[in-house]
């Protein structure tokens, strides 16, 4: 891992750059298809209104190689605030160095030191490098199953 490596939150004139992050994750993701104004959108609704969430980037000679997305909601279970890792993407040059690991270990910091009561997140089901990675950073998995309703244009 570079010795210059900085966790910043995202501010509006990273879109761009976290944009062709997110392009490069949905592009692997079976469930999503990449869509550069609906990511844009999405990244300003979260960045113009902190308490929708957070968006922290990793950043190596004033380029951006990763980030990770946390959204804040409310568990009626837990009693209190949670968060959703909504997106952790590292670029495929700089994968296998440690980044997603910073990323994460930030993030997680974070929520503690902010009282978050959990982190949830979902992986896709047949990809067990990236079930390996959360399960070896202290994730489990639910017995709880996802579903979704989709409203398209």
Known sequence: MSANLRIDPATLDDLPQVAELLHEL????A??????DK????????????????IF?????????????????????EGGFVLLLEDLIVSHDHRGQ?????????AVDFAKKKNFLRITLLTDRDNEASKRFY?????????????RMLFRD
């Open 26 to 29: 949905f592009s692997m993701e």
């Open 31 to 36: 469930d999503f298809v990449p869509d550069r």
């Open 39 to 54: 990511q844009i959108h999405g990244l300003k609704l979260i960045l113009e209104q902190p308490s929708r969430g957070r």
């Open 57 to 77: 980037v990793a950043r190596t000679d004033h380029k951006i190689i990763g980030m990770i997305n946390l959204l804040i909601t409310i568990s009626t279970a």
């Open 98 to 106: 440690g980044y997603g690991s910073a990323l994460l270990d930030y």
């Open 135 to 147: 399960l070896g950073h202290g994730f489990v998995e639910s017995d709880m199953i996802p579903l």
